[in-house]
């Protein structure tokens, strides 16, 4: 069997389609336009390109990018000053502080100060906990997008054995506790985990959210099982150029899985478009 490529990257433009229907109808009917302020401390390259991206997106939807770049050294004291004006500018719908932060930054300090109606990352604890408890809350984007997907492909996931590899806040918690809304039966397993083989071989949906590059084997799943990449990880090549790859080592995973995500365009666009849909939830929810 060859699998189902899951296309996260036309699955993504659909979204923001819809988001920029809905913004212009926002627009139209309020004469509202949802915001969006993104926080980068620091140069790391990475953060940057993704910065950009977020930044590019949210203006391609009709929404208000505001991008505030800090310095590595700015104080704990600067950033929390910066997270409170924007919890007060009711331009903005949606805040977001790009981790990781540098080290002398209290991460949960920070996170936990954004209010958490603009947290359209999902990451403040009431989000985290108001997930828990199966209230209304702020979802994480990377997870929310896994389980578009995950409906898409797999259908009603009611009573369907569930496996997430990674237990991050980020993530695998969240992505956790998503699945189990949806009544699956949720086991989440990690680095340390024993016998993850025979743990897999009972999954009918894997969420792989691990960090380590091509982790999961194809001979270790459930023939048929829908399979979600979320790693992204670089290794070298011999002739000294990079390649990307997943935790989920494609190559033999698809001869087994019933659908998959690739990596790169799987996981990845649907990250932001959940973001910008995020923000404009966020705004309906303060205009409503
Ligand atoms: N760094 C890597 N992914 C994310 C994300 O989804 N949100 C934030 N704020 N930082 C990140």
């Known amino acids: 069997m060859t699998a189902r490529i899951i296309d996260g990257k036309a699955f993504a433009a659909i979204l923001r389609e819809s988001v920029a229907e809905h913004v212009s109808h926002l627009k139209k009917t309020h004469g509202i336009t949802p915001g969006l302020a993104v926080v980068l401390v620091g140069d790391d390259p990475a953060s940057q390109v993704y910065v950009r991206s977020k930044g590019k997106q949210t203006v391609e939807v009709g929404m208000h990018s505001y991008e505030h ?42 996170i936990n100060a954004i209010d958490p109606a603009k947290d359209v990352d999902g990451f403040h604890i009431s989000n985290a906990g108001l997930l828990a408890t199966g209230q209304k809350a702020m979802v994480p984007c990377t997870p929310l997008g896994c389980l578009m997907m995950l409906r898409e492909y797999s259908g009603n996931l009611s009573g369907l054995n569930a496996v997430v590899i990674g237990r991050s806040n980020i993530v695998g918690k969240p992505m956790a506790q ?39 084997q194809g001979e270790w799943l459930k023939p048929g099982a829908t399979v979600i990449d979320v790693g992204i990880n670089r290794i070298d090549q011999e002739d000294g150029s990079t390649r990307l790859v997943g935790d989920v080592d494609y190559d033999t995973a698809k001869e087994v899985a019933g659908a998959i995500t690739p990596v790169p365009g799987g996981v990845g666009p649907m990250t932001i478009a959940c973001l910008l849909a995020n923000t404009v939830t966020a705004c309906c929810r303060a205009n409503a």
């Open 178 to 216: 998503l699945l189990l809304r949806e009544s699956c039966t949720v086991t989440v397993a990690h680095s340390r985990t024993r016998n993850l083989p025979d743990i897999l071989a009972k999954a009918d949906i894997v969420v792989a959210a691990v960090g380590q590059p091509l982790f999961v």
């Open 69 to 110: 770049k800090l310095p590595a050294d700015t104080s704990e004291g600067e950033l929390l000053a910066l997270v409170e004006q924007l919890n007060m500018d009711p331009s903005v719908h949606g805040i977001l502080v790009q981790l990781p932060l540098p080290e002398h930054l209290d991460e949960a300090m920070v």
